[in-house]
């Protein structure tokens, strides 16, 4: 059994029209303001859509895949790491606790028998 050949019709587009539309209907657009934020925002709102049903909807009935085989930690690489923060932890309770003169505040100045004296607002002495 054959089937008859059907004629085949391609669409031609002419560039030249179809620039001179869309131009027009950039136009249009901009000259009425009220319209172009409307279609704007109806581009907004249907790219929205697209964008939530691809990456939330469909993502959804998508079966997960179990893993076959457990996930194994290298002890070695784990102990390591913990080592690490517990320095990094270490230096932030060190850093915590130490206390930093304030830079913007002037010190007292006191000429004291041939001493020049400088005494910061907090207290304590330096020569």
Request: with cysteine.
């Amino acid at each position: 059994m054959s089937f008859p050949k059907l004629k085949s019709r391609s669409i031609k587009i002419n560039r030249k029209q179809l620039k001179k539309i869309l131009n027009n209907l950039l136009l249009i657009t901009v000259h009425h303001l009220f319209l172009g934020c409307l279609t704007f925002f109806l581009f907004a709102l249907i790219l929205g859509a697209i964008l939530f049903y691809k990456y939330n909807i469909l993502a959804q009935r998508t079966e997960r895949e179990i893993l076959g085989k457990p996930v194994l930690l290298k002890e070695d690489t784990y102990q390591e790491v913990l080592k690490v923060w517990q320095e990094q932890e270490r230096r932030f309770e060190e850093a915590d606790t130490k206390e930093y003169l304030d830079p913007f505040k002037k010190p007292v100045v006191v000429l004291e028998e041939e001493k020049l004296i400088i005494i910061p607002e907090e207290g304590g002495l330096t020569e």
